[in-house]
């Protein structure tokens, strides 16, 4: 098993920026994808940026030229930096670790952005 210590959280107004970050521990493998997922309120969790650590980024439409997805191997965190928010952002954010045996959750970690 996994374990994923997400922070930085919060509140912000639209256009500022916060930075997510997201520790793994346990037995990781070196072949990985580390990802943030997020779930606005009344809806479905989506995807919105997932790394390798082979470096493979993908980023959801919505967030792409906003969010920054980055991950430190030998630590085993991944960061999310996001920037120019906006209320549509506001969400509980998941990181996710995910490799050929198992797929492991965080418990989340709020972001609101007012208007």
């Known amino acids: 098993q996994v374990h994923l210590v997400e922070s930085g959280g919060g509140v912000v107004q639209a256009g500022g920026s916060l930075r997510l970050s997201c520790a793994a521990f346990g037995s990781i493998r070196s072949n990985n994808d580390m990802n943030w997922y997020r779930q606005a309120p009344g809806k479905q969790r989506e995807l919105v940026a997932s790394?390798?650590?082979?470096?493979?980024?993908n980023y959801a439409d919505s967030v792409k030229e906003r969010f920054t997805i980055s991950r430190d191997n030998d630590k085993n965190t991944v960061y999310l930096q996001m920037n120019s928010l906006k209320p549509e952002d506001t969400g509980v954010y998941y990181c996710n670790f995910r490799d050929t045996y198992m797929n492991n959750w965080g418990k989340g970690t709020l972001v609101t952005v007012s208007s």
């Open positions: 790394k390798s650590s082979r470096g493979n980024t």
